[in-house]
Nanobody, 122 residues
Framework: VELQASGGGLVQAGGSRRLACQAS????????MGWHRRAPGQKREVVAR???????NYADSVKGRFTMSRDSAKNTVYLQMDSLEREDTATYYC?????????????????WGEGTLVTVSS
């Protein structure tokens, strides 16, 4: 299983950007998903993460501006980012909890994508 993150780049403050994280391989199911970010000189923080019952929890700093969604047919998870602020500048990482089978053996594993850099300019 591999994750490919895309969508990063330079965007002006107030603008929008959509990140995508596509999983490829012999995937049975994506059970949980999340996006994290690490700003320069800061610790990694959770931006959005799914929980039981389909609930998605967002960091207070992005509530109302960011939306996480998924396309199960494409094994892809998205992070729509609107009203971007300079403070959103960071490297963004996707995290997917995936079930796959190797023969008859089931594996549940947490995968991380390579980061994609989002730079918000004023």
């Amino acid at each position: 299983v591999e994750l490919q993150a895309s969508g990063g780049g330079l965007v002006q403050a107030g603008g929008s950007r959509r990140l995508a994280c596509q999983a490829s391989g012999n995937i049975f199911s994506i059970n949980n998903m999340g996006w994290h970010r690490r700003a320069p000189g800061q610790k990694r923080e959770v931006v959005a993460r799914s929980a039981a019952g389909g609930v998605i929890n967002y960091a207070d700093s992005v509530k109302g501006r960011f939306t996480m969604s998924r396309d199960s047919a494409k094994n892809t998870v998205y992070l729509q980012m609107d009203s971007l602020e300079r403070e959103d500048t960071a490297t963004y990482y996707c995290e997917l909890a995936i079930t796959y089978y190797s023969g008859s053996v089931r594996y549940d594993y947490d995968y991380w994508g390579e980061g994609t850099l989002v730079t918000v300019s004023s």
